[in-house]
């Protein structure tokens, strides 16, 4: 097989304070042919996530940065294309951390296949991938809901937060999500099942309004978002409460460090658990947690929501729609 031109997206330089088109570049490289255990997969759908913007910073974090000229790294759904490993063949869909690019060069290794008939194939990279996981174990491992106690769930709207909030209703539980916009409110509540939903942006006082829609106050708060709503959690909690941290993205493009209200009292005071996690730490369990979401999935409890950016140029612009919140459920580039 002749060269194959391929295209990918690199960091072009380190954002300071929100990520711009500037901060990237495009390249066009020539792939040779898979040599033993290599794969040559063409990409079909590319996931977009917030927790790209702390990898393309230099600060220490639990995984090293992106490198300066470096592919934007993340999951991917691919076709094989050309295979040096018996165990897959052209035409098999697989899964793999590969990142922005149009064609890779894949060890065997680091591929998984996936069967398009279980489900959608960007479920792979959603419910039934590293998004579904997050939101299973951040909730169950960490918070162990029980039924009737009250869980508030920020960026609500978004993959991981959509389907705390659904896992949490199939336990028993009473769920407040907090979104951006009314339509995602209303969403949560008509589709979803939420309790209650709260549009953080159009509300004056969420310390408030979150003590009127949890009366009983607050067991288990899942934290995607951090800053100032997760302020106004902290305030309504009650004795033995369980938060999970998974995301902080309100802080993820702040130039100077944050300073808002010192929260340890509060979790004195109500003898809370905080805990933060990253994904990876479950990494021997993910049979588990898919079996699980699988099975929710199938019997018609868990639905998910896409967001489809149509085509390969399109990938910073859905990356950059993060910060904004223009997406409902996963974001993802068709390529």
């Known amino acids: 097989m002749p060269q194959l031109e391929a295209s990918r997206i690199v960091l072009a330089s380190r954002p300071k304070g929100k990520p711009t088109a500037e901060n990237f570049r495009t390249e066009t490289i020539l792939l040779p042919a898979p040599g033993p255990g290599e794969i040559l997969v063409k990409a079909l759908y590319l996931s977009v996530d917030p927790y790209m913007r702390g990898r393309m910073s230099e600060a220490k974090s639990y995984v090293p940065p992106y490198e300066i000229g470096g592919v934007v790294g993340g999951g991917a759904v691919a076709e094989v294309v050309e295979s040096g490993d018996d165990s897959f063949q052209p035409g098999d869909v697989v899964s793999g951390q590969f990142g922005w690019q149009t064609h890779a060069l894949v060890p065997a290794k680091h591929l998984r296949k996936i069967d398009p008939s279980l489900a959608p194939m960007t479920a792979s990279l959603g419910l039934l991938g590293v998004t579904g996981l997050t939101a299973y174990f951040g909730l169950i491992d960490i918070c162990s809901p029980q039924p009737n106690e009250t869980v508030v769930v920020s960026g609500a709207a978004g993959a991981v937060g959509m389907t705390v909030g659904q896992i949490a209703k199939i336990l028993g539980c009473r769920v407040v999500g907090i979104a951006g916009s009314d339509e995602k409110v209303q969403y949560l509540t008509d589709k979803l099942g939420f309790d209650e939903a709260i549009n953080y942006k159009t509300t004056d006082n969420l310390t408030k ?124 580039v068709r390529v």
């Open 209 to 332: 309004a979150l003590k009127h829609v949890c009366p009983q106050g607050i067991d288990i708060y899942f934290d995607n978002v951090g800053g100032e709503i997760s302020d106004a959690v902290f305030r309504s909690l009650n004795t033995g409460a369980r938060i999970s941290v998974c995301g902080q993205i309100a802080l993820y493009n702040l130039e100077q460090p944050d300073v808002g209200p010192r929260l340890l009292t509060q979790v004195l005071i109500h003898r809370a658990l905080v805990k933060g996690f990253i994904i990876s730490d479950y990494a021997a369990r993910f049979p588990e947690g898919v079996k699980q979401l699988a099975k929710w999935y199938h019997d018609g409890q868990l639905k998910f929501e896409e967001t489809i950016a149509e085509g390969f140029d399109q990938t910073v612009d859905a990356f950059l729609d993060l910060f904004s919140g223009a997406n409902l459920g996963k974001q993802i």
